[in-house]
């Protein structure tokens, strides 16, 4: 149901496979992040001349040392709970708050409280917390996230706009909006949209400029446009890449025909998900009438997505990297779930317990989604030491 795995021979784990191999005999399970590959990921980004500044989805991925090797290539960050705040601020110690946005959903007034005293900008995607804690907004600026009806991306689940969606305001709300804002006392300095993950469709972000930009015509202090993350990636999504060209193209057009604001992107994935694979051993292969089991020291208390959304994750054996497919077996978990399968009739050399399989691009939403669940814990993460020149 997830596809058969398609080869992708220049992917930076091949080239480092001995190391990796003593990692994951060191301890087992465990993620590994090579810093090179988000380092590349950020120059694309980065490169994106339309954009005035880009802020890392901290939920991707939160381990302190991306956020610090991104902090250095000159990436803001985008939070969405104190915690998230609490992790940029210790592991960036002196960063700017301008270069941070909080911006929860259904969140506590407690929460904007503390991110305005913080100093970082703050998005907010509903009327009530302002008609209600007028107090709490009073005198601050603001950016609004709008929906803008139409949701994008891998999975129905991480569409995050359209009437299945929980969050931002529709633009007939707007006036409602603007008036609770002006009762607050608050200022309107921004207008945000973000429609979902795993986006491949290079024109998404240039509408969603014409967009804000025809909503912020209502909102005279409005100064940036904030267009979201959703950057797709390869594998990881399916389909064919993003074409940063293209999009680089499209964002251009659309700043020359709103020149008047600040362009900000938010992505996570697109920075850090081709930087990760998810190593586990092998505890216990299995037949049981015509189907075939590969077992791991690990599951989706690790890395959830397959199980939550049918995600494929390319998985090699990598103690048999060059022994050609003699099997087709699910790769499973040990978890007490018929649904914590990593990948479905994967074609393996024949495999054993005690090899290493590798789970590739799992870099984004792997760690920061792998949870307790059966009181096992989830792979520790490392990363890599650059590698020397
Ligand atoms: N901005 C906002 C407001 C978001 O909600 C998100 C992701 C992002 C930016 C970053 O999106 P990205 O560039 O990473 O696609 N767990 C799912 C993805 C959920 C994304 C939630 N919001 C997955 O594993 O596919």
Redesign the pocket.
């Known amino acids: 149901e997830d596809g058969t795995p398609e080869e992708t021979p220049d992917v930076w784990w091949r080239e480092r496979r001995e190391a990796l191999l003593r990692l994951a005999d060191d301890e087992s399970p465990r993620y590994v992040y090579d810093p090179e590959v988000v380092t590349a990921r950020s120059d694309e980004v980065q490169g994106l001349g339309p954009i005035d500044q880009s ?1 890392y ?1 901290v ?2 991925n939160p381990h302190p040392e991306v956020l610090r090797l991104l902090e250095r290539r000159g990436l803001g960050f ?1 939070c ?1 709970s104190p915690g998230e705040l609490d992790r940029v601020f210790e592991a960036c110690p002196g960063l700017d708050p301008a270069r941070v946005l909080f ?1 929860p ?1 259904f969140a506590a007034p407690a929460e904007y409280a503390d991110a305005f005293e913080r100093g970082v900008h703050v ?1 907010v995607d509903n009327v009530q917390p302002l008609a209600e804690h007028p107090d709490v907004f009073a005198g601050e600026e603001l950016f609004v ?1 709008v929906d803008p009806g139409q949701g994008e ?3 129905r ?2 569409r ?1 706009a359209g009437a299945q969606s929980k ?1 931002g305001v529709v633009p007939d709300d707007l006036g409602r909006l603007r008036a609770a804002v002006d009762q607050a006392g608050a200022t309107v300095v921004g207008l ?1 949209a ?1 429609v ?4 491949t469709d290079e024109s998404t972000w240039a509408g969603l400029v014409d967009l804000l930009a025809s909503l912020a015509a209502e909102f005279p202090a409005v100064r940036a446009l904030n267009v ?5 990636v390869p594998n ?2 399916g389909g064919r890449p993003l074409d940063l060209d293209a999009l680089d193209a499209a964002l251009g057009k659309a700043a020359a025909r709103h020149p008047q604001y600040d362009l900000w992107m ?8 081709e930087a990760g694979v998810l190593l586990a051993r092998v505890t216990q292969t299995k037949t049981k009438d015509a189907a075939a089991y590969v077992g791991l020291d690990t599951g989706m208390n690790s890395l ?2 397959p199980a ?2 049918g ?1 494929h994750h390319e998985i090699v054996n990598l103690s048999r990297l060059d022994e050609p497919p003699a099997m087709t077996a699910d790769v499973v978990g040990p978890v007490c779930e018929t649904g914590d399968v990593l990948g479905h009739d994967r074609r393996l050399p024949p495999t054993e317990p005690g090899d290493t399989l590798l789970v590739a691009t799992t870099g ?3 760690a ?2 792998s949870n307790r669940y059966n009181l096992r814990e989830p792979a520790s993460e490392v990363m890599l030491a650059p590698e020397p020149a």
């Not at 979902?196 to 986006?199: D, N, Q, R």
């Not at 979201?228 to 797709?232: P, V």
């Open positions: 802020f989805a939920k991707a985008e969405v911006q959903n998005t996230r991306g891998h999975h689940k991480v995050t969050f945000h973000h979902g993950s795993g986006i979201g993350g959703g950057l797709g990881a999504s938010e992505p996570g994935r697109y920075l850090v998900a959830l997505r939550l959304y995600a984004a939403y792997g920061s989604m």
